[in-house]
């Protein structure tokens, strides 16, 4: 018998029969800075026709932990038009790079479901894998190192034990550097990993993954039969504005900018 370990099976999620519509969404990076697109959200939220809602990660531009939601402010506003609009249609919920302190309390608060990255959505006859997309970037080796430790038991625990605004002042440093990071002339961006995607597809027995995180928005082929169909991130505020979902249907996924 091989040492070597099988790989496990990833999450499934079967679309009950009802289900006629799927949006997708990611990378709206909401924060009380920019209510443009804030308010785009809560608009979007209160008018979409779909039987379903999927964020994949980075629905917040920082998350330090679901004890901000419990105060008066930006976070509990936040969970209050989730909680409005998952009376209406079940809302899912996927980790992102940002938003990976997302916990069990808010996700009651707020009254959406916990997905595991990546997961099976068995949709109209097919199966779609979803995933943020952050874990296929593998030539982003200090991120990945970055990511292995932040997703422990162990890192997460000695970070939210720490109060409430030391931990604030914390993801303000972090996103400074973020921002100058990506301010430098020589930043290479990493893109997701071809034959890793290849291989995710091929475990989860599904020919389409779609993913944000890269917030280059595209449908890229992957041969056989494969493709990975890239979301946008949402920036009101740009020029031109970003606001698009995803949304899936009999005929398919087709791309429906708000803006």
């Keep these: 018998m091989s040492s070597q370990q099988a790989p496990q099976p ?6 009950p029969e009802g289900w006629h519509t799927v949006d997708i969404i990611s990378d709206l990076h909401l924060q009380a800075e920019r209510p443009a697109t804030v308010e785009a959200w809560r608009g979007y939220l209160q008018t979409t026709p779909a039987d379903a809602l999927f964020i994949l990660g980075d629905l917040f531009e920082v998350w330090v932990g679901d004890d901000a939601a419990a105060l ?3 976070e509990a506003q936040c969970a209050a038009l989730l909680h409005e609009a998952a009376a209406h249609r079940p809302i899912f919920f996927m980790h992102g790079n940002r938003d990976f ?9 707020a009254g959406i479901t ?4 990546p997961t099976v959505l068995v949709f109209m006859n097919q199966r779609w894998l979803l995933s943020h997309g952050d874990a296929l970037c593998l030539e982003d080796t200090e991120y990945q190192r970055f990511r292995a430790q932040v997703r ?3 890192w997460q625990q000695a970070v939210l034990a720490q109060p409430l605004e030391q931990r604030r002042a914390l993801a ?4 400074s550097q973020s921002e100058a990071r990506q301010r430098e002339p020589d930043m290479v961006w990493a893109d997701v990993d071809a034959p890793a995607a290849r291989a995710w597809l091929t ?5 389409t993954l779609i993913h ?5 928005p595209r449908v890229h082929d992957l041969g056989n039969g494969l493709q990975r169909i890239v979301l946008s991130d949402w920036d009101v505020d740009a020029h031109p504005p970003r606001a698009q979902v995803l949304c899936l249907s009999a005929s398919g996924a087709k791309r429906v900018d708000l803006r």
Excluded: I, K, M
């Design 72 to 74: 008066p402010g930006f």
């Design 152 to 154: 422990t038991q162990a």
């Design 101 to 109: 302190l997302v916990g069990t309390a808010f996700a009651a608060q």
């Design 10 to 15: 990833f999450q499934e999620l079967v679309a």
């Design 212 to 216: 944000g995180h890269t917030h280059r």
């Design 172 to 175: 303000r440093s972090v996103r």
């Design 203 to 207: 475990q989860a027995h599904a020919h």
């Design 114 to 117: 916990l997905l595991d990255d």
